[in-house]
């Protein structure tokens, strides 16, 4: 068969069951936009991560007046004790930077913190401990630094804030699992969908079939124009799709980043990327469903 | 060009066989009458000449191809040795004539140019030149009967095979069409037209296979429908 003469027939099904098509391409363009919506929360967990880990420290807790940990059992830290720390956190390879705060400089960032509370007035010098800040060169070896400093003798405490993100984090990985789980039903279902009304436009042109098989023609050939109609709905849908991301991604830009400015947030980069394995996914499913379909309706 | 050896042909759910040990061979450029009463085994026979159906047992030989081992991908390449005719025309009512004949060389992948040339030509053959852009709906049965003729012939096939093309109209209409497939066999394509038509049958003077419960009861050459004493 010449292309021209399939493209007529493919015209000829669309336009036949127009109210069909489009509801295969609008439901194609809500599944696929499910889908692409779960690829970008995906995309910004990731994004949080990157921007988060980059900030976070590791903070060593220096014994001071009142820490009650057995290793502090000794007292406030010893001048001696606090340079020795210093130097061996200079030399562990896992550390990028290390930033001493002195107890006066911890009073101050807490006043400045809690400047309009009341908390600000009661606390005193000396009851804010001095630390080390430590930034890792990779945030997840946090571990390195714990076993080498917990519970020598001067260190209170180590403390990681990627404990505190790490439950932030598990509960944004669930709901983007929940987008990504929603947006693959939301597929499924768009192939099903595929597959009824491949098989309606199969019954409704059953006479030309009849004759295409009459004389002579292949089952490709006679599948061919379903194929491509199944093709052209998941390609539109997946154009609405992405129309929809951008929509989405502008909105994010415009409206929700001026108002949450402690994050970043996925890129165009990341946009173009899920809009691909949409257009992948659309193109695969429903080729999938099509073949099966015709397979089982339009035998010759 | 057609030949059964021994065919035996029982359907899944049949406890007799629509075919038992039919031996019939028609030589190119044949002109064969299958006569026999509803449920006879005609449209049976028919059907394994296309391969719509396989043989449960016996070697069946088309076009020389022997249908017993053609693979499922190479069926297309005997359907289009083989023009079909149907009782019920099988025209696309939303195509004119000239789509109805041109979407089977379209199928079979012409160009447009020789599909120009080819559709008029043939349309003209079967006497409806003057009705090249009307639809099945506005025709006659005759008429509509010659466009499904000229679908099946456009493509020069080796074989015809009518099944009731008359089935559907009345006498002085049916001779017409009779004429047109005599002068295709007279072409030299072999035509097999099962019918139910005693007078077109006794007019004709072909070979006549008559089938009974699956059986070859008769095959003459220059037969009547029935036996006349």
Known sequence: ?300 | MIRFEHVTKTYAKADKPALSDVSIDVAKGEFVFLVGQSGSGKSTFLRLVLREEKATSGTIHVAGKDLGTLSNWKVPELRKQVGTVFQDFRLLPNKTVFENVAFALHVLGHTKKEIAREVPEIVELVGLAEKLDRRPGELSGGEQQRVAIARAYVSRPAILIADEPTGNLDPGTSIGIMKLLDRINREGTTVVMATHDSSIVDQMRKRVIELESGHVIRDQVRGVYGYTG
């Open chain 1, 1 to 300: 068969m010449r292309a021209g003469f399939v493209m007529s027939e493919v015209g000829i099904g669309l336009r036949r069951n127009l109210t069909m098509t489009f509801a295969v391409v609008i439901t194609v363009a809500i599944s696929l936009s499910l889908l692409g919506i779960g690829l970008l929360s995906n995309s910004q967990v990731r994004t949080m991560k990157d921007y988060w880990y980059d900030k976070i420290e590791v903070s060593i807790f220096l014994c001071g007046p009142l820490s009650e940990t057995p290793s502090c059992a000794g007292g406030p830290v010893t001048a001696e004790q606090r340079l020795e720390i210093q130097q061996d956190l200079q030399e562990l390879p896992v550390v990028q930077t290390v930033y001493y705060e002195s107890q006066s400089e911890a009073y101050q960032r807490f006043q400045e913190r809690f400047k309009d509370s009341a908390i600000a007035q009661n606390v005193t010098v000396d009851q804010l401990p001095e630390s080390f800040r430590v930034k890792l060169k990779d945030p997840t070896e946090f571990a390195v630094v714990e076993s080498a400093f917990s519970g020598r003798p001067g260190v209170d405490v180590v403390q990681d804030q990627r404990a505190i993100l790490e439950k932030f984090f598990s509960l944004l990985n669930v709901l983007r699992d929940g987008a990504l789980v929603i947006g693959l039903a939301s597929v499924l279902t768009a192939a099903l969908l595929i597959s009824n009304t491949l098989r309606i436009a199969a019954y409704n042109r059953r006479r030309e079939t009849t004759v295409m098989k009459l004389v002579g023609a292949s089952s490709f050939s006679i599948q061919l124009p379903f194929l491509l109609e199944g093709l052209f709905a998941a390609i539109v849908g997946w154009g609405i799709s992405t129309g929809i991301l951008s929509g989405l991604k502008y909105v994010v830009d415009e409206r929700i980043a001026p108002l949450l400015t402690f994050t970043n947030f996925f890129t165009w980069n990341d946009v173009w990327v899920a809009s691909a394995y949409l257009l992948l996914t659309g193109v695969v499913v429903s080729g999938f469903a099509s073949v099966l379909t015709l397979r089982k309706y339009l035998k010759v």
